[in-house]
């Protein structure tokens, strides 16, 4: 169970990720500074954003849902890992919350132990 949600869950971060830059580029070419004016949203903008939005909510619901189910196996603890992974262990977004660092560093702890993840010293 928690395997397959993290594979999506991890599936859809990418998916939000992928669609999170496309969205900032767009956004680039047609906001322009304070008291310039904007150009026109380039083509396909508004359908990229509401793509990045579903593919938000569902991982959204896909990290509510792996959260509350509890992890009654060792795989069940290194799915979450590999969630955890998946959000914190990118080197920025743990940076300034200690208790985010304790959970990439317990993260990538156990990945490594369990043989999927680097080691970590």
Known sequence: GLLDL???????????????DAVNAMEEVFLRG???????APRGYEAAKQKMEKAN????????HIIDTPAISMSGVIAK???????LCDGRSA???????????????????????????
């Open 6 to 20: 993290a594979d999506r869950f991890i599936a859809a971060e990418t998916e939000v990720d992928r669609l999170n």
């Open 57 to 64: 909510r569902l991982a959204r619901k896909l990290e509510e």
């Open 81 to 87: 890992a590999r969630c955890v992974e998946k959000n």
């Open 34 to 40: 304070p008291g310039k004016k904007a150009l026109p």
């Open 95 to 121: 940076s300034y919350d200690p208790d985010a660092q304790f959970a990439a560093s317990i993260a990538k702890d156990l990945l490594a132990l369990s043989g999927r993840g680097k080691a970590v010293a």
